[in-house]
Nanobody, 115 residues
Framework: QVQLVESGGGLVQTGGSLRLSCAAS????????MAWHRQAPGKEREFVAI???????NYADSVKGRFTISRDNAKNTVYLQMNSLKPEDTAVYYC?????????WGQGTQVTVSS
């Protein structure tokens, strides 16, 4: 089992910044990829960003150039730095990882961007 705990969400004005954190614990050996998804009200959950243990990253087109994913392998933590936030970034942000074929999700953290 892998446990993921997100933190760092909140309310911010358009153009502002937030940094989300996701700490992994439990059976974390062999974890390679960690990622962020988000789900806005009335919409399906969507991919935001992903990072491998080697540091390779990929982003959704909607956040490229504004969001940065990073990880601290020693702390088993992944971060999402979000800059130039827009109202359409309002969503619950979820951390996830895949280990041995099983997908693990965090409980989510709310990000609200006011216009």
């Amino acid at each position: 089992q892998v446990q993921l705990v997100e933190s760092g969400g909140g309310l911010v004005q358009t153009g502002g910044s937030l940094r989300l954190s996701c700490a992994a614990s439990g059976s974390i050996k062999d974890i390679n990829v960690m990622a962020w998804h988000r789900q806005a009200p009335g919409k399906e959950r969507e991919f935001v960003a992903i990072i491998t243990s080697g540091g390779s990253t990929n982003y959704a087109d909607s956040v490229k150039g504004r969001f940065t994913i990073s990880r601290d392998n020693a702390k088993n933590t992944v971060y999402l730095q979000m800059n130039s936030l827009k109202p359409e970034d309002t969503a619950v942000y979820y951390c996830l990882t895949v280990r041995r074929g099983n997908t693990y999700w965090g409980q989510g953290t709310q990000v609200t961007v006011s216009s």
